[in-house]
């Protein structure tokens, strides 16, 4: 059964950092691309940061040079650092693994940035 388990995130005030963490189980994690999506009250679920199984990054615009995303294939786990946090960072943060077989999610977790 694959599974997708996020934890890191919290209150922060604007400027601060966190590091968001996804664990995975199930054996799809290798040949996955991990995601981190954003989705704040009353928007749509928007793409942060991507990682492909090789290591390729993509991130948004808006947290280029601030966000970092990185993989532990050994671990199973993707991590998004986050710095020069902004208000408009603020939102639930999901988890995906994408492969030939589908998207898979997480449950989310809050990242509340306060000014």
């Known amino acids: 059964q694959v599974q997708l388990v996020e934890s890191g995130g919290g209150l922060v005030q604007a400027g601060g950092s966190l590091t968001l963490s996804c664990v995975t189980s199930g054996g799809i994690f290798t040949f996955s691309a991990m995601g981190w999506y954003r989705q704040a009250p009353g928007k749509q679920r928007d793409l942060v940061a991507r990682?492909?199984?090789?290591?390729?990054?993509t991130y948004a615009d808006s947290v280029k040079g601030r966000f970092t995303i990185s993989r532990d294939n050994a671990k199973e786990m993707a991590s998004l650092q986050m710095s020069s946090l902004k208000p408009e960072d603020e939102g639930v943060y999901y988890c995906?693994?994408?492969?030939?077989?589908?998207?898979?999610w997480g449950q989310g977790t809050q990242v509340t940035v306060s000014s």
């Open positions: 995906s693994a994408e492969n030939r077989g589908g998207r898979y």
């Open positions: 990682i492909s199984s090789d290591g390729a990054t």
